[in-house]
Nanobody, 118 residues
């Protein structure tokens, strides 16, 4: 049973930083891609960033590229999202997800809320 537990959300002023964590358990994730998604009030869930567990290859949404950094700690089975230069439009519930490389996003965490005040 895969379990993803997010943490690190909170309230921050515009221009500030936060680091989200996603602790993953339940299997070996070497064949998985890990991802961060977000859903703002009244909007659809959107892709933020991904990282391939085995290679560390990353990808980012244009809206966060250059401000956010996704990384993983193999020893801790944890994925991070470092968010810098936060904007009010980054306010959302942030979700961690994972899926087999080339497959669908099969597993989701419960989400952690990020609120950026302007």
């Amino acid at each position: 049973q895969v379990e993803l537990v997010e943490s690190g959300g909170g309230l921050v002023q515009a221009g500030g930083s936060l680091r989200l964590s996603c602790a993953a358990s339940g299997r070996t994730f070497s064949r998985y891609t890990m991802g961060w998604f977000r859903q703002a009030p009244g909007k659809e869930r959107e892709f933020v960033a991904t990282i391939r567990w085995s290679t560390g290859r990353t990808s980012y949404a244009d809206s966060v590229s250059g401000r956010f950094t996704i990384s993983r700690d193999n020893a801790k089975n944890t994925v991070y999202l470092q968010m810098n230069s936060l904007k009010s439009e980054d306010t959302a519930v942030y979700y961690c997800s994972c899926g087999v490389v080339g497959g669908s996003w099969d597993y989701w965490g419960q989400g952690t809320t990020v609120t950026v005040s302007s």
